[in-house]
């Protein structure tokens, strides 16, 4: 029975944290319907900046924050080479990603890996101190998980946030309200990336340690993550998409987690998610309601 409490609290704790990233995803793909290749740079953007600044003594909580500036600039610059500059969106999202993989091995120093055991984190200071052991991580990762997901579903009630919708569904709609679809497409990705940035420091800080490489395939557990809990909540009115989402990390993050204690070397877990995902796809083709469907109730 410790067994399966540890693995239900592991997957509790890793969904809740990618589940961040899906939010931030949802954005960029369900709303704005933009397929955002940069998020496998801004992940590890997040790690990797969070380890540099507390390595230097800076405030845990304060990483965070930076965390999430620095991904959302990085996510303005996806929007610029498109909106501004003419340059595709998939291939928008390449050089950023790949222009990220220099910044972030400069953001360590240089090395691959750059852990910072023993330092102050979000998770051994402060309340997260006092929570009971073995589930003070998991309280503090679903809090702030939360609070990202209601911060979103906030924004997205306001007149931008509708205009941003609006971005994705009905560019012509936004320009009849004197807006810029261009601009406000800037605004959700940056808000996208910036959520991503955000899961990658939390991952960072629960690891104590940032790795460059931790952004390869990224990109395909966030859409997986959006794709399942869309497609599995959609008929569910009380379930708002940004919660849809983050129950689909979850039940991905589940998936894997089975998949290895069954005995699936770790070698095949890349493809793993890979199939993960190609279902999640073939699977949402079944619903004859379209994919935008479904933000409309936000």
Not at 45 to 63: H, K, Q
Not at 85 to 107: Q, R, W
Not at 119 to 132: D, H, Q
Not at 181 to 206: D, R, V, Y
């Amino acid at each position: 029975m410790d067994i399966i409490s540890g693995l239900v609290i592991n997957v509790l704790e890793e969904g809740f944290i990618y589940g961040i990233m899906a939010v931030g995803v949802y954005i960029t793909y369900s709303v704005l319907d933009f397929p955002d290749l940069s998020v496998d740079g801004t992940f590890p953007l997040g790690m990797c900046l969070t380890a540099m600044l507390i390595t230097a003594g800076v405030n845990p909580w304060l990483a965070c924050v930076a965390a999430f500036v620095v991904g959302a600039a990085a996510g303005c610059i996806t929007g610029f080479l498109h909106v501004k500059l003419g340059i595709t969106d998939l291939l928008s999202g390449i050089l950023v990603m790949t222009g990220l993989y220099s910044i972030n091995l400069a953001l360590t120093g240089g090395s691959a890996v750059l852990p910072f055991y023993n330092m102050p984190t979000i998770f051994n200071t402060g309340l997260a101190a006092v929570l009971p052991s073995g589930y003070g991580l998991v309280i503090m990762v679903a809090v702030i998980c939360i609070v990202v997901k209601l911060l979103i579903d906030l924004y997205l009630k306001t007149q931008s946030g509708m205009l941003l919708r609006a971005s994705g569904d009905n560019p012509q709609y936004v320009v009849s309200q004197g807006r810029d679809p261009g601009k406000m497409k800037i605004i959700g990705l940056a808000i996208g990336n910036g959520c991503t940035a955000l899961s990658g420091c939390i991952l960072a800080q629960q690891t104590e340690s940032a790795n460059v490489a931790v952004g390869t395939g990224m990109v395909v557990m966030a859409l997986a993550s959006v794709i399942i809990g869309m497609n599995l909540f959609k008929r569910v009115s009380f379930v708002k998409p940004t919660l849809a989402v983050i129950f689909g990390a979850i039940i991905y993050k589940a998936c894997l987690a089975i998949a290895m204690q069954i005995g699936l070397p770790t070698n095949y877990l890349k493809l793993l998610m890979a199939v993960i995902f190609t279902i999640a796809l073939v699977g949402g083709k079944l619903f004859p309601e379209r994919r935008k469907k479904n933000h409309a109730e936000s």
